[in-house]
């Protein structure tokens, strides 16, 4: 086999083969995810500190007290004489197993990782009345991984010597938002927000050719890299629907449609030819047909003196994505459409207690199942979190608060694939995520005339 053809099967294999064995991460990166290989990497949750505690849900929230980075319609809700600020940061703790299977029987691999970073930036001030603007800067996703599959081709063994590719990459996609929400009548709202997504995401391969058999060692490194650089605007609308709304308690229905649509990454690629010269061997610029999907987005929000409780539904149409190319020998990979379930509740005891601090807290626990937007070889990995917090008012009376919540997540299982009658093995991947949350300004009267006798 020549060494050009290698390289071929090494550009081809970097998007196609399932990591055999994922190693521990040393760099600074955000994401930690043999998964996170494809695509536009690892999704990030939206919402804030308080909205994450309860799983996420935040579609039909109307609040003068945070904000609501999730349905533009809900800055119509903003105060008149206020302005509300959210500033959120979390860490994480990774965990990965895989069982590999070999000619000495099973054995478990197992690699770790933490992070820490911040998660959004947000604000919302009034225009006019019943009229807002909202702005958010969050995470959209997150590529980070170190991992390497050996070489099965009886043919390269036996004219090269044994292969090892070796992957790696990290990377982030920002979203930045703007937009307007106006309560067009009483008890109707609607939202509209321009969707800013940019970032860079690196991914480089290598070769190592242990016991090499070819003359002089001129193959032992072939390396190559992508560089996917983003800047792409989209579209979101939303509305919000009060359907019990009194002074006691608000019911709203709350919907949002994402627009979606393509990407088109600027993606510059190198391959490398591991000579004493590093001879380039490939060097092209052009753009990626990678698309976001068109999301939709249902959801129910109760409030009332203590006790709050949301149910959100999420649709994500990512079958529009071509599936990449199959490699004889490599993990299938295909997109899927995929839909999400978040459930939240939020207590407080009571708002108003002078003498008792903790009957002011806020405390929250929500749910979130759903599935991972590729399938490998046909098989759906199933994803879920159980999340917690509670929010600390500031001052009495103060709408003010200092949000912490923790959150457990799994993707994925132990199980096993079956390719050309090798047995590869899943990676389980499950975290912990920290994370706090800080709401101000909103008891400030920003916009107050003051007036001297």
């Known amino acids: 086999m020549t060494v050009r053809r290698l390289i071929r099967r090494l550009a081809a294999g970097a998007l196609l083969v399932l990591p055999v064995s994922a190693m521990a991460q040393t760099s600074s990166i955000n994401a930690f995810s043999p998964y996170s290989m494809y695509g536009v990497g690892e999704l990030h949750t939206p919402g804030t500190t308080a909205m994450r505690s309860m799983g996420g849900v935040g579609l039909g929230m109307r609040s003068t007290l945070m904000v609501n980075p999730l349905n533009p319609a809900a800055y119509s809700m903003t105060p008149q004489q206020g302005f509300l600020f959210d500033f959120g940061i979390e860490g994480t703790n990774f965990y990965n197993s895989q069982n590999k299977y070999g000619t000495s029987g099973q054995t478990t691999s197992r690699t770790s990782y933490n992070m820490f970073n911040f998660h959004d930036i947000a604000f919302q001030l009034p225009l006019a009345k019943r009229l807002g603007l909202g702005f958010s800067l969050t995470p959209y996703s997150s590529v980070g991984y170190r991992v390497s599959a050996d070489e099965q081709s009886d043919d390269i063994w036996g004219n090269i010597g044994r292969v090892q590719y070796l992957y790696s990459g990290e990377g982030d996609i920002t979203e930045v938002k703007l937009g307007i929400g106006w309560e067009i009548f009483k008890r109707f709202s609607l939202g509209v927000a321009a969707q800013y997504y940019w970032g860079d995401l690196d991914r480089t391969y290598q070769t190592s050719v242990a016991n090499n058999i070819v003359n002089g060692g001129t193959v032992n490194t072939t390396s190559g890299t992508d560089n996917y650089a983003i800047s792409r605007i989209k579209m979101q609308i ?174 994925g299982d132990n199980s096993s694939l079956r390719v050309d009658n090798r047995q590869i093995g899943l990676v389980r991947q499950q975290y912990v995520k920290f994370s706090v949350g800080l709401t101000l300004f909103g008891e400030d009267q920003w916009f107050v005339r003051y007036k001297y006798d």
């Open 238 to 411: 939303g509305l919000q629907a009060d359907l019990i709304r009194s002074e006691q308690r608000l019911l709203t229905l709350g919907a949002t449609y994402d627009m979606g649509g393509n990407l088109r990454p600027k993606v510059t690629r190198s391959v490398v030819a591991g000579d004493i010269y590093n001879t380039p061997v490939r060097g092209d610029t052009t753009r990626m047909a990678t698309k976001l999907p068109a999301q939709v987005g249902l959801g129910l929000y109760y409030q009332d003196a203590r006790f709050v409780a949301g149910v959100d539904y999420v649709y994500q149409n990512w079958e529009q994505n071509e599936n990449p190319e199959a490699v004889a020998g490599a993990v299938n990979v295909a997109y899927r459409n995929t839909s999400t379930i978040k459930v939240g509740f939020e207590y407080t005891p009571n708002r108003m207690d002078v003498r008792h601090y903790l009957k002011r807290w806020s405390y929250r626990v929500g749910f979130r199942y759903g599935t991972f937007y590729q399938t490998f070889q046909g098989k759906t990995l199933p994803q879920y979190a159980v999340t917690a917090g509670f929010g600390m008012p500031i001052r009495f009376l103060g709408r003010s608060s200092l949000d912490f919540g923790v959150e457990f997540g799994q993707r």
